[in-house]
């Protein structure tokens, strides 16, 4: 499966944005699929992660409450909806797929989208 990620920008504090990740090929809905992100000098981390199903998904403690996750497998498309934004939410982030039921471990994704800023001012 090939991922394409879009939607990043820059947004004050407080603000929103709703990152999108399209994939190719007709598998879209076999895959798990989550988000990350790698902000400068920090190694890329975990942010939400969502099961094949569509309904089940799960987060990183900090971004708990304030990001959700969405997929719609008839359009081959994954969402990540941003609220609260914080500066520390600054980084590139990157939509993944894995064939494991539910992981937030980065060796467990297989396919990677090529990444979309986020930058987040005070």
């Known amino acids: 499966v090939q991922l394409q990620a879009s939607g990043g920008g820059l947004v004050q504090a407080g603000g929103s944005l709703r990152l999108t990740c399209v994939a190719s090929g007709r598998t879209f809905s076999t895959y798990g699929m989550g988000w990350f992100r790698q902000a400068p000098g920090k190694e890329r981390e975990f942010v939400a992660g969502i099961l094949r199903n569509a309904v089940n998904t799960y987060y990183a403690n900090s971004v708990k409450g304030r990001f959700t996750i969405s997929r719609d497998n008839a359009k081959n498309t994954l969402y990540l909806e941003m609220n609260s934004l914080k500066p520390e939410d600054t980084a590139v982030y990157y939509c993944?797929?894995?064939?494991?039921?539910?992981?937030?471990?980065?060796?467990?994704?297989?396919?990677w989208g090529q990444g979309t800023q986020v930058t987040v001012s005070s």
């Open positions: 993944a797929a894995t064939r494991l039921f539910m992981t937030s471990q980065i060796n467990d994704y297989a396919y």
